[in-house]
């Protein structure tokens, strides 16, 4: 099964019938373009997502396909281990931001919660630690519904000036 475009949500009215067929997928892979995919039921599903599409990434719930008229084909981001942050003031949340950004990490707030989520990563929860910001450590699901930054791609570069004198 060739998919090409997502259908909806899960959650929209239009699916709330079908019965589902997941699809997993890693955090790290939900902004690919080309997936190759075995659904739960067996059904080999291949996604080649447009530039717009793949820009927005696959988000939890997102229907890609509705099989033989019955099956809502379905993705789950596979939750995995990540740092929740609880920011208690302005300078933290300040912080945090400059911290993520620098380093180009994937960065996740839940605006419910009030949470920042980032991947797993030692020498951030090192950082975290020294910075004497609270966190946890536990498994959760990056939908990238609620990414606010870091990319894959690094889009800038660094460079020094030379002289020759």
């Known amino acids: 099964m060739l998919i090409d ?5 899960i959650n929209d009215e239009k699916f709330k019938n079908y019965p589902m067929d997941i699809v997993n997928i890693e955090w790290y892979d939900s902004k ?14 291949a996604v080649r997502l447009s530039d717009k599409e793949q820009q927005r990434g696959l988000w939890y ?3 890609l396909a509705v099989a033989d008229d019955s099956d809502a084909i379905v993705v789950e981001i596979i939750p995995s281990k990540c740092l929740t ?3 208690h003031s302005k300078l933290e949340i300040i912080t945090l931001c400059y911290e993520t950004g620098n ?14 989520i ?6 951030f929860e090192e950082l975290l630690k020294k910075l004497h910001i609270s966190f ?8 990238n519904h609620w990414r606010i ?4 791609v690094h889009n800038h570069h660094h460079t020094a000036e030379t002289t020759n004198e």
């Open 61 to 63: 719930g997102d229907v």
């Open 118 to 123: 980032i991947p797993y990563d030692h020498p």
């Open 32 to 45: 690919k373009k080309i997936h190759r995919l075995t659904s739960h039921k067996g059904r080999d599903v």
């Open 136 to 143: 946890v450590i536990e498994n959760r699901r990056l939908d």
């Open 149 to 152: 930054g870091g990319s894959t």
């Open 103 to 116: 380093r180009h990490a994937p960065f996740y707030y839940l605006p419910d919660n009030e949470e920042f």
């Open 5 to 9: 475009h997502i259908l909806g949500n």
């Open 85 to 87: 942050v609880s920011c």
